[in-house]
């Protein structure tokens, strides 16, 4: 019998992968086993900056694997803002889920970096051998600070314990139950909104920064599926960049014309270049994953996010706003 404990499972990459565990056949290789409990948590059955809260779910679920999803999670200005905030939680989140997954002997703990977490001057593509060469973007440099520290713990617990602890690395990731809330969301969660918005008041929709900044987005329910071909098939301490090519960079602008044809606005559409662009771009390497899967088959981008777009105006009163 295998307990698995998803932390953060109410959010937007928890919510993916309890879709697709619960709707790929079951015995096939991103469908539950035979065996398998899939438990998705939020911080309303512990608030895991807080040792006790942690050790008592630890204690209440005995998980034998656990996807580490918590987060203090948000976009380009909410990670500017709060700065210490970020570094401060995530430090506390990561300590006591780690340290409660090894006294409690979890046999595998899969914790989540961000490709932000890279340093802002290094050669590309980024790959998992540069994470400690050099700052990260300081826009976000206390949340990349504390992710970076995973790393680091998971070498510590597996040189002096010999867990099973490695990370991933998402790039950035989007889909339905994101995070649409206007001021701490990501990008495209944060622009669909205004755009709604905009198409509702018959209001300009406003992009914020130049537009020219680079991204790679993954589906969720694309990660959703990595993440469990990692629990399943890799047992490395190295972390393991789970994004799309390096190939399917794309501009903030393409992604607000993406946003503007999906949503069939017709109103006004300007950029604010006086608010912050972030990094430039970080273009991330998927080529250690690819060769460990065997290939896998992304879901095209437009088709992800007019499906996201159609489930946010679908779910408009309950999503996160
Ligand atoms: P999200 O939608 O904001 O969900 C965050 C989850 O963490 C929620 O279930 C939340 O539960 C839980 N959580 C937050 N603070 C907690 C606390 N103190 N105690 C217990 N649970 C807590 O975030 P997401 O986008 O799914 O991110 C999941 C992981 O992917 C994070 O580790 C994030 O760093 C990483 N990631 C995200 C992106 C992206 O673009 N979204 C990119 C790269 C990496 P409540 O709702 O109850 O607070
Ligand atoms: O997803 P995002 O907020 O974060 O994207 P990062 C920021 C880029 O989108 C900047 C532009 O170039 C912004 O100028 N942008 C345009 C907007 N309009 C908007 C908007 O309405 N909202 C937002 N948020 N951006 C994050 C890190 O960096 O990457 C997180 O801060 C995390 O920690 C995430 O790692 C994956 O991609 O810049």
């Given at each position: 019998m295998s307990v698995i404990l998803v932390t953060g499972g109410t959010g937007l990459v928890g919510k993916a992968i309890q879709h697709i565990i619960e709707t790929e056949p079951e015995g096939s290789r991103f469908g539950k086993k035979p065996g398998e409990q899939w438990i998705f948590v939020s911080s309303s059955e512990g608030d895991l900056r807080d040792p006790e809260q942690t050790k008592r779910l630890f204690e209440k679920y005995k998980p034998t694997h656990v996807i580490h999803l918590a987060a203090l999670v948000g976009g380009l200005f909410k990670n500017m803002k709060y700065k210490l905030t970020f570094l401060r939680d995530n430090i506390l989140i990561n300590d006591n889920v780690l340290h409660n997954a090894y006294l409690s002997q979890t046999k595998k703990v899969i914790s989540c970096l961000s490709?932000?977490?890279?340093?802002?001057?290094?050669?590309?593509?980024?790959?998992?051998?540069?994470?400690?060469l050099g700052l990260p973007h300081d826009s976000n440099f206390g949340y990349a600070h504390a992710k970076r520290m995973v790393d680091v713990q998971n070498h510590a617990y597996k040189d002096q314990f010999g867990c099973n602890f490695t990370s991933a690395i998402p790039t950035n990731v989007f889909g339905p139950h994101d995070n649409f809330d206007l001021e701490g969301a990501h990008v495209i969660p944060g622009l669909i909104h205004k755009c709604h918005i905009a198409k509702k008041n018959g209001t300009p929709f406003v992009v914020s920064g130049t537009g020219k900044p680079l991204r790679q987005f993954i589906y969720s329910n694309d990660l959703a599926k990595l993440f469990i071909w990692q629990l399943r098939e890799y047992d490395d301490v190295e972390p393991v960049i789970l994004s799309v090519g390096e190939g399917e960079e794309v501009s903030i602008k393409e992604v607000a014309d993406a946003i503007v044809k999906a949503m069939d606005f017709k109103g006004e559409y300007t950029f604010d270049a006086t608010r912050a662009d972030g990094q430039f771009r970080k273009p991330a390497s998927n080529k250690k994953l690819l060769s460990l899967m065997g290939g896998f088959q992304f879901t095209p981008f437009n088709e992800a996010l007019d499906f996201t777009v159609k489930w946010f105006v679908e779910n408009y009163d309950k999503a996160r706003t």
């Amino acid at each position: 019998m295998s307990v698995i404990l998803v932390t953060g499972g109410t959010g937007l990459v928890g919510k993916a992968i309890q879709h697709i565990i619960e709707t790929e056949p079951e015995g096939s290789r991103f469908g539950k086993k035979p065996g398998e409990q899939w438990i998705f948590v939020s911080s309303s059955e512990g608030d895991l900056r807080d040792p006790e809260q942690t050790k008592r779910l630890f204690e209440k679920y005995k998980p034998t694997h656990v996807i580490h999803l918590a987060a203090l999670v948000g976009g380009l200005f909410k990670n500017m803002k709060y700065k210490l905030t970020f570094l401060r939680d995530n430090i506390l989140i990561n300590d006591n889920v780690l340290h409660n997954a090894y006294l409690s002997q979890t046999k595998k703990v899969i914790s989540c970096l961000s490709t932000c977490v890279f340093p802002d001057k290094v050669t590309y593509p980024l790959d998992e051998t540069k994470i400690h060469l050099g700052l990260p973007h300081d826009s976000n440099f206390g949340y990349a600070h504390a992710k970076r520290m995973v790393d680091v713990q998971n070498h510590a617990y597996k040189d002096q314990f010999g867990c099973n602890f490695t990370s991933a690395i998402p790039t950035n990731v989007f889909g339905p139950h994101d995070n649409f809330d206007l001021e701490g969301a990501h990008v495209i969660p944060g622009l669909i909104h205004k755009c709604h918005i905009a198409k509702k008041n018959g209001t300009p929709f406003v992009v914020s920064g130049t537009g020219k900044p680079l991204r790679q987005f993954i589906y969720s329910n694309d990660l959703a599926k990595l993440f469990i071909w990692q629990l399943r098939e890799y047992d490395d301490v190295e972390p393991v960049i789970l994004s799309v090519g390096e190939g399917e960079e794309v501009s903030i602008k393409e992604v607000a014309d993406a946003i503007v044809k999906a949503m069939d606005f017709k109103g006004e559409y300007t950029f604010d270049a006086t608010r912050a662009d972030g990094q430039f771009r970080k273009p991330a390497s998927n080529k250690k994953l690819l060769s460990l899967m065997g290939g896998f088959q992304f879901t095209p981008f437009n088709e992800a996010l007019d499906f996201t777009v159609k489930w946010f105006v679908e779910n408009y009163d309950k999503a996160r706003t």
